[in-house]
T-cell receptor
Framework: GAVVSQHPSWVICKSGTSVKIECRSLDFQATTMFWYRQFPKQSLMLMAT?????????EQGVEKDKFLINHASLTLSTLTVTSAHPEDSSFYIC????????????FGPGTRLTVT | RKEVEQDPGPFNVPEGATVAFNCTYSNSASQSFFWYRQDCRKEPKLLMSVYSSGNEDGRFTAQLNRASQYISLLIRDSKLSDSATYLC????????????FGAGTRLFVKA
C-alpha cells in the first residue's frame, strides 16, 4: 500500500515552455502533498506544501507564479513549471501524506526535468 | 547554520565493516526523526524511524539524543547493496509540521 506515482518520469523541454508534472496517490487519499526539488549532489529542498482544496504554501524563495501547484482532489496534485529556463533543470519529487497520518509521507519516483 | 547537518562523506568501506553516520539538528522543537536511503536518481525511501530509546532493525541501529540534538545510524556487517546516500530527516512542529532533509551522507561499500 501507500503508493505514489509521478508522471512523466523524465521530460526534456525547450526554454520558455511550460511543463506539467502529475503526482498521484494510488491507494490512499492524500490530504497533503509536498513538492521537492533536488539538484545534483544536493539534498531535497521543499518547494511547497499543498492541501486538498486550498492554495499551496510556498517556501521562501520559491516563486509561486512560476511553479503553479494545484491539488484539486485527494489523489492528484500537479506542479506546472511555467516559462522554464535551463536553471529549472532538476529532479522534482512529490510526496503525499494520508489523512490522520501525522509524520509519515510517501514519495513518488520523481521527475527529471531538463530544459534546453 | 543548516537546520540538519550531516557529514557529506563519502564513506568508503569494505564489505563486512561497521559504519556510523551522525546527524545534528538545530531546532529544539523537532518532533520526529528518520533515516531515509536514497539511491542514485531515485526517490528517498524510509529506512527507519528514530526513537529516544534507540531502535534496531536487523543490521541497522538508530539512536536519538534529544539533549544533544544528535541522531546516529549504525550499519553493521555492510553489504554491497548498502551503497547509497543516507538522509537524516527531521520533522519540526506539530500538526502542520515541516520536514527538513539533511544533505545526506554517501556510502560506498566495496568488495
Amino acid at each position: 500500500g501507500a503508493v505514489v506515482s509521478q508522471h512523466p518520469s523524465w521530460v526534456i523541454c525547450k526554454s520558455g515552455t511550460s511543463v506539467k508534472i502529475e503526482c498521484r496517490s494510488l491507494d490512499f487519499q492524500a490530504t497533503t502533498m509536498f513538492w521537492y526539488r533536488q539538484f545534483p549532489k544536493q539534498s531535497l529542498m521543499l518547494m511547497a506544501t499543498s492541501n486538498e482544496g486550498s492554495k499551496a504554501t510556498y517556501e521562501q524563495g520559491v516563486e509561486k507564479d512560476k511553479f503553479l501547484i494545484n491539488h484539486a482532489s485527494l489523489t492528484l496534485s500537479t506542479l506546472t513549471v511555467t516559462s522554464a529556463h535551463p536553471e529549472d533543470s532538476s529532479f522534482y519529487i512529490c510526496s503525499a501524506r494520508e489523512y490522520q497520518q501525522v509524520f509519515e509521507q510517501y514519495f513518488g519516483p520523481g521527475t527529471r526535468l531538463t530544459v534546453t | 547554520r543548516k537546520e540538519v547537518e550531516q557529514d557529506p562523506g563519502p564513506f568508503n568501506v569494505p564489505e563486512g565493516a561497521t559504519v556510523a553516520f551522525n546527524c545534528t539538528y538545530s531546532n529544539s522543537a523537532s518532533q520526529s526523526f528518520f533515516w531515509y536511503r536514497q539511491d542514485c536518481r531515485k526517490e528517498p525511501k524510509l529506512l527507519m524511524s528514530v526513537y529516544s530509546s534507540g531502535n534496531e532493525d536487523g543490521r541497522f541501529t538508530a539512536q536519538l539524543n534529544r539533549a544533544s540534538q544528535y541522531i546516529s545510524l549504525l550499519i553493521r556487517d555492510s553489504k554491497l547493496s548498502d551503497s547509497a546516500t543516507y538522509l537524516c530527516v527531521v520533522n519540526v512542529g506539530t500538526g502542520g509540521f515541516k520536514t527538513i532533509f539533511g544533505a545526506g551522507t554517501r556510502l560506498f561499500v566495496k568488495a
